[in-house]
């Protein structure tokens, strides 16, 4: 009787175990919290401006979270590396991407941002 208690003590820690591993590699809301974080951060007014909650499309483009748009790809060269965690680091990029020539004609990212327009010219509704 002992032995069969034992492995059903086994058995049920197995199960936790493989559950715990599948909860804790489940995909997060916000591929990038941290990117989103310094965004927010130098961007202060930005959702206020856009009328909108929505963060995904700043990088990625409408309906595809793979896939970045032309601020996600540019923001990324920037960068430098994957997964940047520093937030220094994080800034200075979103420093230097803001520069550069948005899709939208004549604008610059930092334009767009200002008149609280998605960066790549995008409308995230």
């Known amino acids: 009787m002992r032995f069969v208690s034992r492995a059903g003590v086994v058995m049920t820690t197995m199960w936790a175990v493989a559950l715990g591993l599948l909860l804790t590699d489940a995909p ?5 919290p941290e990117y989103k974080k310094g965004f927010d951060t130098k ?8 009328n909108t909650k929505t963060a995904c499309e700043l990088c990625h ?3 595809d979270k793979k896939k970045r748009n032309e601020y996600g790809e540019d923001y990324g ?4 590396e994957a997964k940047v965690k520093d937030m220094k680091k ?16 004549d604008k610059k990212y930092i334009d767009l941002i200002k008149e609280g327009k998605f960066p790549a010219g995008n409308d995230p509704s």
């Open 43 to 50: 961007y202060k007014e930005f959702f206020d401006k856009a």
């Open 28 to 32: 997060s809301v916000e591929a990038r």
């Open 61 to 63: 483009a409408k309906g």
């Open 77 to 80: 060269k920037t960068l430098g």
């Open 90 to 105: 994080i800034e200075e990029a979103l420093g230097k991407v803001e520069e550069k020539s948005s899709p939208v004609k």
